[in-house]
């Protein structure tokens, strides 16, 4: 059961980490003020598709999966989340329902910011309010990325993904680039565009060829041009 905390660090982690640094000192505090962070357990639902936008959430701590289910009842994982991360910033900005589902792979802490107190505080904040903007155009561009992607042959495909994750949440080390997302191979094969079956397979196929390590759920991608390379084929 999701349960409310209330902190100063919260406060401390928003100013340092999101847009909301952006705003005036009066505007965090109210902002800070009526949102409020709440920790959520593994497998726990933030809202549902085609659920009203009345809220932004603010990833803190924990890992959020964005999905959908398509009319044949698979599941596309469009989005991992982390630390500083925004969800559900689209319906929030434009009043409508929201596009997808959101729910936690991994247990953390999301600030909760309801639409009516955000929005004039971003109207009050030009900066952050391009912030946001800026984001969304960065998921928008990841999006069609991820379509151009899923058109190509299986072994581009995952290949091409695999380089996102690299980008978007690789460690970059002396051994390799290092993807972290405590996610199973069933969410990652739909967030590649493929069966969990085939995301193992892939898996396999890349470890043998010593382009990939597989340390339990944590990905190590040992040689990232070689991927590059698959994924223009």
């Not at 109210?30 to 085609?50: C, N, P, S, T, W």
């Not at 603010?58 to 989340?81: A, D, M, P, Q, W």
């Not at 929030?92 to 959101?102: F, H, I, K, M, Q």
């Not at 382009?211 to 223009?232: C, F, Q």
């Amino acid at each position: 059961m999701a349960t409310v905390v209330r902190s100063s660090p919260v406060r401390a982690f928003l100013v340092a980490n999101t847009f909301i640094g952006a705003m005036e000192e009066v505007a965090i505090d109210r902002v800070v003020m009526h949102g409020r962070a709440i920790r959520y357990a593994k497998g726990e639902r933030l809202f549902q598709r085609d659920d009203p936008g009345d809220a932004l959430h603010v990833v803190i701590s924990g890992t959020v999966k964005v999905h959908n289910t398509t009319g044949e009842g698979r599941e596309v994982v469009l989005n991992f989340l982390r630390g500083g991360d925004l969800v559900g910033e689209i319906a929030v900005l434009d009043g409508g329902p929201r596009t997808a589902s959101a729910s936690m792979i991994e247990a953390g802490e999301i600030f909760r910011i309801d639409r009516r107190d955000l929005m004039p505080a971003l109207r009050e904040s030009p900066d952050a309010l391009v912030e946001v903007v800026g984001i969304l155009c960065e998921k928008l561009r990841a999006t069609s990325d991820i379509v151009e992607t899923n058109m190509r042959k299986l072994d581009a495909r995952f290949a091409g993904g695999l380089l996102r994750l690299c980008q978007a949440y690789g460690r970059r080390t002396a051994n390799g680039v290092v993807i972290d997302l405590a996610a199973n191979q069933t969410d990652l094969g739909a967030y590649l565009g493929l069966s969990r079956e085939n995301a193992s397979r892939q898996i396999a196929k890349l470890s043998r060829s010593g382009i990939l390590r597989a340390e339990g759920a944590t990905l190590v991608v040992i040689d990232e041009p070689a991927v590059a390379r698959l994924a223009d084929e």
